[in-house]
């Protein structure tokens, strides 16, 4: 069975901190997809990578795919407020359709 | 472009109740996806249709759920009976396609939180 595991499972820090997330699986992924989940929606995607060492940047967040396509960082630069939810990871399997999903890592961010 | 459409959006029932739920997709998205979160969990896939044909239920408990899409566009989730352990939120997905390996972007509705008393 393949299996995201997300960590930390909660973060809270002060606006202004950086921070780290990671992805991790023994398997190999096609692609892995990050989200954001704030309460009472549902997950919004906000990148995609899918090459080995890919690593993509919006705005202060930072997405980092592993080289062997095992495992993803996402990485919050200057955190504020907004940035507040469960971030939640999803794997490509190579063979078929679905997503593989992590438990989701719920940062919350004091002003 | 409207979003993916749930209702209702919050769900009161007892033990042994049934309860369903109601999904009107993007415009033009042939794959639509139920999931149910359990608090503390990620999404968990319940099942798959491209357009109204079912591709994946393989993690659909189908002696209580049942989902159609008969026309190829909403669809419905069931539970009945209805037990504790069905507390959760069901969200429900599009994609204009299935993609391979997850490449597909999915739009998810707010979720139908469902308490089971």
């Known amino acids: 069975t393949q299996l995201l595991e997300q960590s930390p499972q909660f973060l809270s820090i002060q606006e202004g901190e950086n921070l780290t997330v990671y992805c991790n699986s023994s398997s190999v992924f096609s692609s892995l997809q990050w989200y954001r989940q704030e309460p009472g929606e549902g997950p919004v995607l906000l990148v995609t990578v899918v090459t080995g060492g890919e690593v993509k940047k919006l705005k202060r967040l930072t997405f980092q795919f592993g080289d062997a396509r095992k495992d993803s960082s996402l990485h919050i630069t200057a955190a504020q407020p907004g940035d507040t939810g469960l971030y939640l990871c999803a794997g490509g399997r190579p063979d078929n359709y679905q997503l593989i999903w992590g438990a989701g890592t719920k940062l919350i961010i004091k002003p | 472009e409207a979003g993916v459409a749930q209702s209702p959006r919050y769900k009161i029932i007892e033990k042994r109740q049934s309860v369903a739920f109601w999904c009107n997709p993007i415009s033009g998205h042939a794959t639509l996806y139920w999931y149910q979160q359990i608090l503390g969990q990620g999404p968990k896939l319940l099942i798959q249709f491209q357009n109204n044909g079912v591709v994946d239920d393989s993690q659909l408990p189908k002696d209580r759920f049942s989902a159609e899409r008969l026309k190829g566009v909403d669809s419905t989730l069931k539970i009945q009976p209805a037990k504790l352990e069905d507390s959760a939120v069901y969200l429900c997905?599009?994609?204009?396609?299935?993609?391979?390996?997850?490449?597909?972007?999915?739009?998810f509705g707010p979720g139908t939180r469902l308490l089971v008393l």
């Open positions: 997905a599009s994609s204009l396609g299935s993609g391979q390996g997850g490449m597909k972007t999915q739009y």
